[in-house]
């Protein structure tokens, strides 16, 4: 089992990647989670295609918008 500090630092920098543009600290934090990480530049501009353009196709809307209209119809999420 990892030891609690492990799992801390791994949760806050999966965190970060969907809350703040990367920046080096968050590079250095997936680094040494997952071993290496991609260039800072790649790390910011999958930043801004996933979590900001709405143009890009590989948009990921904000949970907050999609879930406020979410509604359940006969048990099922509509």
Known sequence: ???AGKVARALEAAAA???REPDAR???MV???A????PLSAMRQDFFDV???AQSQRYVP???HVLRRARREDG???
């Open 35 to 38: 071993g290496e990480a991609p």
């Open 62 to 64: 904000a949970y907050a």
């Open 31 to 33: 680094a040494h989670w």
């Open 26 to 28: 968050l590079r250095a």
């Open 17 to 19: 990647l969907l809350l």
């Open 1 to 3: 089992m990892p030891e």
């Open 76 to 78: 099922s999420w509509a």
């Open 51 to 53: 979590m900001c353009v």
